[in-house]
């Protein structure tokens, strides 16, 4: 696979600015605009006309009081244009060509307006760089026809589903029909039969999948009665190495949104397991969104929805790719992949030497060790994830075996490790195949608060750090400790790859959605609360305030989700459209920080029917606290504050003095052997550390040209 690492984001924000040229006549006002308003053409189905893919895109025209002439690459499609209740004309231009094509629109003499726009292949990329090569086709896990490679391409297909009024789905062959036990949604206060148009077909090599209440064939300029106009975009979970094209979506039908009049949208790219790439999956979603609008027509804002891996995607899209998403409710929630891959890693090398040399750790050190509420959690991560960052120990069933790498029989095959999906980001080191890594252990100190705190001996601190080893490019366990790729590192925070929410996310509606997972019989379970708290601290040190991310904790029981789910939908969308009606001219992040709705506020659930509102923090204190105490892990206890971004950490000569122990000289020796250069001194920023250089960056569209790359690193 190529490898185009690229940042472009000079070049990105030319291309996506519109370019709009004006005509010098005077505008003649239209109906439901201002007097003096000019001739203006924009997309609507990607407001960004330098990534429109698929070889259609929606227009709006306004104002349109007189007739206007529309044409694309020099074509009349004026014919596709219809009037809008509010005065403007909007229409679906067909026929793009890949590369640039020149819309215009003109009202009479001297007034008219022009827009370059940028199309792609619906196949893909956009603005991801260098596809994956092998790609596995799945298509007919979702009844699609089978595909071929490398693009997996299928037909579109329409299937109808209706809610039973016992409260399941059943398939529809005919969607006027009416089945006698039919239930019926309520959208904006009427009821409307519970049909479900359900819609795949193939995006960016992904299957994707979108459904919303029927009330006919869908029109991009004339919407669904059974719509309420507004779109839930749901992300999978999980986090491997890709070269497949999954077998899941996020979900589309689902009673929650649907019963509500939300349309639904995801694909298999925007599952984390399949694809453990934010870039990627913001890709797919503007791609999949982009062809929900021009089959439906505009939204009025988009939810973000999904747990884990899907958390990740909606934290990291908003921060890196703004607008994709326009509130997010992520669930159980990871900043990024790469934050969570030290924790990861440091319960593979804890559960390698508690097996052996740390035998005889009891269960309380391991468990202060290793800082969760429950050592149950590491062995979690070590038996279900730290598989993802050796060379095949996680590949999917649908990479042929005879594909995978090999280092004698087949050293350029199939790798699977996480970090595959990041090589247009990371690049490939020359030396071993393997996509850099900036995964790094040098100088931290493990077990330090637990030391601190007298729960382990002198000789049992010295014994760990001395032991505790490391794990090569290909996973494996070895004596050295793990050191970071400087390149890696260097794109790391340039990219945004650990979300510093400085960016995207200063502006976004937050309802983190906290089922806890930590205590009351979950203790093995790998989504501990800390991280939502990981996130608050970001966006405090970013911006300081975190007052457009509400935390809002919930006991794991079907009950409680439930009613915490409808409470932090219908509290988003609230949210969402206060900003939507907020005419002032404040700007965004103020207008998102002064229309929170006045009930919406960290709180937790006591039970399915009784709901607090109080402030969280971390250490947790009052009731939610006392009902929801929050642990650490392995790097909070080995030092590390809230923020958790340090990658690699700057060091610090290891002085004995530093501690409240005495060591002996057998145990000093065993220490300066294991912290040669120092140890971390997490006061300072880490290796690498950096403001990202901006949103919306491109890594090339090598195939077709059409997004420039640059040389890669």
Same mark, same amino acid.
């Given at each position: ?8 984001s000079? @070049? ?7 370019? @709009? ?44 009081e ?8 020099g ?12 005065? #403007?004309?909007?229409?679906?231009v ?6 640039a ?7 009479g ?15 893909g ?47 529809l ?49 004339a ?28 979900g589309?039908v ?14 298999? @790219? ?6 453990? #790439?934010?870039?990627? #999956? ?68 804890l ?51 005879a594909?995978r ?12 490790? #996480? ?11 020359p ?30 601190f010295?014994? @760990? ?57 979950f ?191």
């Open positions: 696979m190529a490898n185009r690492a690229v940042r472009s000079t @070049l990105v924000a030319a291309l996506t600015a519109p370019v @709009l040229l004006l005509g010098t006549a005077t505008a003649v006002a239209a109906p439901g605009f201002p007097p003096g308003r000019q001739l203006t053409i924009e997309t609507v189905s990607n407001p960004r006309p330098a990534l429109v893919s698929g070889g259609q895109v929606l227009v709006r025209i306004v104002p349109a007189k007739r206007v002439t529309v044409s694309a690459n074509h009349d499609v004026t014919s596709s244009f219809h009037a809008q209740p509010d005065g #403007s004309l909007l229409g679906l067909t026929g793009l060509r890949d590369g094509n020149d819309l215009s629109a003109r009202t003499p001297g007034q008219w307006a022009h827009l370059r726009v940028t199309n792609h292949p619906i196949t990329p956009v603005f991801s760089g260098a596809q994956q090569l092998p790609f596995y086709c799945e298509t007919t896990a979702f009844g699609l026809p089978a595909a071929s490679q490398p693009f997996c391409g299928a037909p579109t297909q329409v299937s109808y589903q209706y809610r039973t009024t016992a409260g399941a789905f059943a398939p062959a005919d969607p006027a029909a009416r089945p006698a036990d039919l239930a019926t949604a309520t959208v904006g206060g009427h009821a409307v039969p519970y049909v479900v148009r359900v819609e795949r077909g193939t995006i960016d090599r992904a299957v994707y999948e979108m459904a919303a209440l029927y009330d006919g064939a869908p029109s991009p300029v919407p669904e009665g059974g719509w309420n106009g507004k779109l839930v975009y749901t992300f999978g979970g999980g986090c491997n190495a890709g070269y497949h094209q999954g077998s899941s979506t996020g589309v689902n009673d929650l949104f649907l019963a509500r009049g939300y349309a639904v949208a995801s694909s298999t @790219l925007n599952v984390l397991d399949t694809n453990c #790439s934010p870039i990627i #999956s913001a890709e797919a979603a503007m791609m999949v969104k982009e062809h929900f609008v021009e089959t439906y027509g505009p939204v009025a804002h988009t939810i973000g929805w999904g747990g884990s891996g899907g958390a990740i995607q909606q934290y990291d899209i908003a921060e890196n790719y703004p607008g994709i998403v326009d509130g997010i409710i992520p669930g159980v929630s990871f900043p990024d992949p790469l934050s969570t891959g030290g924790p990861v890693s440091d319960c593979r090398l559960e390698r030497y508690f097996a052996g040399p740390g035998a005889s750790f009891t269960a309380a050190q391991k468990q202060a060790v290793a800082g969760f509420g429950s050592y149950d959690t590491c062995v979690s991560w070590d038996k279900t994830f730290a598989s993802r960052a050796t060379a095949t120990g996680s590949c999917n069933a649908a990479i042929p075996v594909a790498w090999d280092p004698v029989t087949n050293p350029r095959g199939v790798k699977c490790n #996480s970090n595959e999906q990041l090589v247009n980001q990371l690049g490939r080191d030396k071993t195949g393997f996509v850099r890594s900036p995964l790094d252990t040098t100088g931290v100190q493990y077990g330090l608060n637990a030391l601190t705190a007298g729960t382990i001996t002198a000789a049992q010295a014994d @760990l750090n001395a032991a505790i080893g490391g794990l090569d490019y290909t996973g494996t366990p070895v004596p050295q400790r793990i050191a970071a790729d400087p390149k890696a590192l260097d794109a790391v925070y340039a990219d945004d790859l650990v979300n510093s929410a400085s960016q995207g996310l200063r502006e976004t509606p937050i309802i983190d959605q906290r089922t806890d997972l930590d205590f009351a019989g203790g093995n379970d790998i989504h501990t609360t800390e991280w939502s708290y990981v996130m608050r601290q970001r966006l405090l040190r970013a911006n300081g305030t975190a007052g457009n991310q509400v935390i809002i904790e919930n006991h794991p029981t079907a009950a409680e989700a439930g009613a915490a789910s409808a409470y932090e939908l219908d509290a988003m969308d609230r949210w969402l459209t206060a900003i939507d009606a907020d005419r002032s001219h404040r700007g965004r992040r103020q207008k998102v920080l002064a229309n929170r709705p006045g009930d919406l506020g960290d709180g937790c659930y006591l039970s399915a029917a009784s709901r607090i509102t109080e402030k969280l923090t971390y250490p947790a204190s009052g009731q939610c606290g006392a009902q929801y105490p929050v642990a650490a892990n392995t790097r909070m206890v080995a030092g590390e504050g809230l923020a958790l971004d340090v990658l690699k950490c700057r060091l610090k000569p290891l002085d004995f003095r530093d501690y409240p122990v005495t060591f002996t000289a057998a145990d000093r020796q065993r220490l300066r052997a294991a912290f040669p250069g120092g140890v971390c001194d997490y006061r300072r920023p880490g290796i690498g550390q950096r403001p990202p250089i901006g949103t919306w960056l491109s890594y090339g569209d090598e195939r077709t040209g059409t997004t420039s790359p640059t040389p890669p690193r």
